[in-house]
């Protein structure tokens, strides 16, 4: 099996893992902090061909493999990058890569309207949390943003266009786990918008997962749409008999009153299984489900009460060593 | 040449003849790869249709190919030689790349909106014609220049210009990318 | 004389005819590949002749080639790019128009030495008149035994069709351009796999250019030695110039790789000198993705030897002071253009042409076409000007497909060879040398001097 060691944590692999499936399984396992994962906004375990796109969880290959041990030239989507026996990677070791992230996040939010304030998905959004934790606090774009109107898909769905990053998972989940797509990416470059183009209503039993896996407030529940914050509300397992999905999810509570239902996703914020739309939108009385007891919050979000503390961390050490090696540099150039 | 639509009782239908050629285009590749012939036919559907691709002409198309719907707007949306709006019966596209630039295009795109009394995207009043602003259409040595259906004009001056308008008024008739020059 | 590979006759009248085509020459590679070679020998000589890749990267062919999978009982295809949309590049139109043959020769004799027994040549939608071309030249190859099963009686099948574009310069990328073809968006796929492995409908495939698959047939012809010996070091064979902007005789140039650049812009043979006897300012030498050079670096390199028309000579000094051949699209300006508002031009080229899939392309070639819009506009500060820097390095190299870098380049080049043009633009607009499209931008009246 081959050995990756990811900002000096090693694993050894199955044949075929990808740089970011690799981190993973090092923090799942507790051999490395869950910082040290790259941020993934576009890939998706669950879909096929997802990744790539974002950019986000770029890394950089110090170390080819025990065979080519030469540095890969450019930085490389962990995501899509398979692993190579000896390989090493650098993800929050790297200033440059940090910088290089930076830079994608940048972009990600020159369009982004940052209505956070007044977004259902703050709160729970991958976004913020990315921003929060690779972004600068200002902006330097200082033109207009691009604008959509917000569509109705069907009495469910709200999208919000302006806040799509154009991720793709939505229109792969609507390929890969629903039986006629009818929305899709139209028009191209940053005019590019997911969109039904004619007015069109997205009815399948497993429509709902667009929601899920829409890392950002592009896709709301219109059941749940300014119901409540969602670090108000008390997320629980729940789980019912359901003949069309696993029918295990996460009812999300203010008091007895079920706001909302949605999938149970793991410390990734990705779904463990998808669910059907009877779960989610129709069973909204507490009798409806058996509830299992609260639902630990693993990613560090607001909704697991603000613990950036750690990440801080991380962050002041990263800088400690990028100054070091700026003296290491200064010292080279006098020695020369 | 293939102007014997049927748009009776708004039925979008190709003619025999048009049919003909999209059975023939999807027959250049490997069996249930026929989405192959979507920009093709997509190119087919436009010139027979007035120009442009109207939601039921591209759910014919999607039908004719046995694709979804969605499928055909994602790709008629994506490629810049399809018209998703009306336009007039003649589309001057003049291209301001580069080169183009260098040699004058500034100067073709002001006259001919001067002359016309339109901006760039929008149709002159009597629907004759179209101006699009476009990127380098690989006619660099020959610039400054502009295409006009299936045709390119090249080296022009404003005297070009006029000339080509008033006969492309005169001819009155749709050009298209499938015409033959 | 200089040697001429491809356009050798191109004057002679009715050569886009298969009878004149034959009577000079035309498909004899075919004959000598089908009959006497076998795919395995073509390929060999392709190596050696040290053919590289003429749409714009430089790779070599013959390396190409034999990465190319072997899997039985799958198809491989050929799929010639004549996607040409680069800026400043039209010799693959020339080409087609001019002599459609020889590139259905090249597409016969390359698609044998791949054991393809499908091929299309995809070309962009606005090139449909040459399409057609393209497909009254294949015709007649079908009817001339050249296509079709049983090909000169050898038992080789090939069928070659045309595919046309919609309007994407992305579709240059090969991947994007496999894309398309499948009747897709232009997206370009995420490598590996590359196409060698899983191209056309998950096939191993082969995308190669125009000129490219044209200089298959004096390499079969001649052998691979003969076409290895003209040119410069790994420059070998010819190479078509497009030549445009400010010079006396614009057009497509069949060049011996390794000619002096100066003699290329002021030879009566090429270019002709710059036109209305101004002086040189600026070349973009391989297309509008490479780094501009001002004159005294696009005739001389940064150690004073003369520049060539070579890979190699082109990207001498790397980034710093030189630039690439890429795709041969040689823009020339004379001295009173604004390299400021030519490079808004670019920005609003590849900010068109993203194809919006991966976000620093798709949010970054808008954002330094607004910053280039506001510097032209006389509103851009010093700031911007850095802005820019930053943007665009931040593009370069984070991107899925080239693009990226295309549209990163020009920008870097731009402001490391001129900066001081832009300064001018940010700090005082009205002196600026080209106050006739300031103004013109900025619908003013020039004051009268």
New interface residues.
């Given amino acids: 099996m081959p050995k990756v060691t990811i900002d000096g944590f090693s694993i050894d692999v199955p044949e075929g893992t990808t740089i970011l499936q690799a981190s993973r399984i090092l923090a799942t396992e507790g051999k490395m902090p869950d910082a040290h994962v790259p941020p993934a906004m576009c890939y998706y375990t669950k879909l096929k061909t997802s990744g790539g796109y974002c950019r986000t969880c770029i890394v950089k290959v110090s170390k080819g493999s025990e065979k080519d041990p030469r540095p890969m030239p450019k930085p490389v989507p962990s995501c899509r990058q398979t692993v190579m026996d000896g390989m090493e990677v650098q993800n929050l070791t790297a200033p440059d890569l940090l910088e290089a992230r930076a830079g994608v996040v940048e972009f990600l939010l020159i369009n982004h309207p940052l209505d956070c304030p007044i977004c259902d998905q703050a709160g729970e959004c991958h976004l913020q949390d990315l921003s929060y934790e690779n972004g600068n606090a200002g902006t330097r774009y200082e033109f207009a943003r691009r604008t959509f109107d917000m569509i109705d898909i069907g009495d469910k769905i709200k999208l919000h266009m302006n806040r799509c990053i154009l991720c793709y998972r939505c229109v792969k989940t609507a390929e890969q786990i629903t039986d006629g797509r009818v929305h899709g990416v139209i028009s191209r470059g940053d005019h590019a918008e997911i969109s039904t183009y004619i007015e069109q209503a997205i009815d399948n039993d497993f429509s709902g997962n667009v929601i899920d896996v829409c890392p950002v407030g592009a896709l709301t529940d219109r059941t749940f749409r300014f119901k409540s914050r969602v670090w108000f509300t008390k997320p629980m397992d729940a789980h019912r008999k359901c003949d069309k999905c696993c029918g295990k999810t996460a009812v999300w509570l203010s008091g007895n009153d079920v706001l909302r239902v949605t999938a149970r996703k793991d410390k990734f914020g990705e779904v463990e299984d998808w669910i059907c739309n009877e779960c989610r939108y129709d069973k909204k009385q507490i009798g409806d489900w058996t509830i299992e007891g609260p639902r630990k919050i693993e990613r560090h979000s607001v909704i697991s009460q603000n613990h950036y503390e750690s990440l801080r961390q991380l962050k002041v050490d990263i800088s400690n060593q990028k100054k070091l090696l700026e003296v290491a540099h200064v010292a080279d150039i006098k020695q020369n | 040449m293939l102007n014997n639509l049927n748009i009776m009782n708004n039925e979008i239908k190709f003619s025999a003849e048009a049919l003909a050629i999209v059975k023939q285009m999807i027959s ?1 590749y ?1 069996d249930g ?1 026929q ?6 036919v ?2 087919l559907a436009q010139a027979e249709f007035d120009g442009w691709l109207s ?1 039921p002409v591209m759910d014919y198309v999607a039908s004719l ?1 046995s ?5 055909v ?10 018209n998703l709006k009306p336009v007039g019966k003649c589309t001057l596209e003049v291209c ?4 183009c ?3 004058g295009a ?1 100067d073709i795109v002001r006259h001919i909106q001067n002359r016309l009394g339109i901006k760039d995207g929008q149709t002159s009043s009597d629907g004759m014609f179209t101006l699009k602003t476009v ?9 400054p220049m502009l ?1 006009c259906g ?3 004009h090249e080296n022009l001056t404003l005297e070009k210009v006029d000339e080509l308008l008033d006969k492309l008024a005169t001819d009155n008739k749709r050009t298209t ?2 015409d ?2 | 004389m200089p040697t001429k590979l491809l356009l050798n006759n191109e004057h002679i009248p009715g050569i886009n005819t298969l009878q004149v085509y034959r009577n000079n020459g035309g498909y004899a590679s075919v004959e000598k590949a089908l009959k006497q070679m076998t795919p395995e020998a073509i390929v060999e000589e392709v190596k050696i002749s040290g053919l590289r890749g003429r749409g714009g990267a430089g790779f070599p062919t013959g390396m190409k080639w034999s990465f190319l999978a072997k899997p039985a009982g799958v198809p491989r295809y050929l799929v010639c790019n004549a996607d040409e949309s680069e800026p400043g590049t039209f010799k693959d139109r020339y080409l087609m128009e001019k002599i459609p043959h020889l590139l259905v020769e090249g597409m016969i004799t390359s698609s044998y030495a791949l054991g393809c027994n499908t091929a299309y040549i995809y070309i962009r939608g606005e090139y449909f008149y040459v399409s057609r071309i393209l497909e009254n030249a294949i015709a007649e190859a079908y009817a001339a035994g050249y296509l079709g099963s049983n090909i000169l009686g050898t038992g080789y099948n090939l069928n070659l069709y045309v595919q046309v574009g919609g309007g994407a310069y992305i579709c240059g990328e090969e991947t994007a351009l496999l894309e398309s073809l499948e009747g897709k968006r232009g997206n370009p796929r995420i490598k590996p796999p590359f196409p060698a492995i899983a191209g056309l409908y998950g096939c191993p495939t082969v995308v190669n250019n125009v000129e490219t698959i044209a200089a298959v047939v004096p390499i079969v012809n001649n052998g691979g030695e003969a076409y290895s010996k003209i040119g410069i070091g790994k420059s070998t064979g010819t190479k078509l110039i497009s030549a445009s902007g400010h010079i006396n005789k614009p057009g497509v140039y069949e060049i011996e790789l390794g000619i002096p650049v100066e003699e290329f812009i002021y030879s009566d043979s090429y270019c002709g000198g710059i036109r209305n006897g101004k002086q040189l300012k600026a070349v973009v030498a391989g297309g509008s993705s490479v780094p501009v050079l001002p004159t005294e670096l696009i005739l001389k390199t940064a150690a004073g030897q003369p520049r060539l028309m070579s890979y190699e000579s082109l990207s001498e000094g790397g980034f710093q002071t030189g630039t690439m051949l890429g795709s041969g699209g040689f823009i020339v300006m004379d001295e009173d253009t604004s390299i400021v508002k030519n490079l808004y031009t670019f920005t609003r080229f590849y900010h068109h042409e993203s194809c919006g899939q991966c976000s620093p392309c798709r949010e970054g070639t808008g954002w330094m076409e607004k910053i280039m819009h506001k510097i032209l506009d006389g509103h851009g500060t010093l700031k911007d000007v850095d802005l820019l820097w930053d943007i665009q390095s931040k593009i370069e190299g984070k991107t899925i497909c080239p693009l990226g870098e295309a549209a990163a380049w020009p920008v870097a080049a731009a402001i490391r060879h001129f900066r001081h043009e832009f300064e001018a633009y940010v700090m005082q607009p009205s002196s600026i040398k080209d106050v006739k499209h300031y103004y013109r931008l900025n619908n003013i009246e020039p004051i009268p001097a």
């Fill in positions: 250049r490997p790869k989405k192959s012939a979507l920009l093709p997509l190119h939601v190919l694709i979804k719907p969605i499928e707007y994602e790709v008629a949306s994506f490629y810049s030689m399809y301001r790349t580069s080169s630039w260098l040699m500034e990127e380098c259409l690989g006619s660099c040595g020959t610039a295409q299936a045709k390119y990318y499938l033959i020059v």
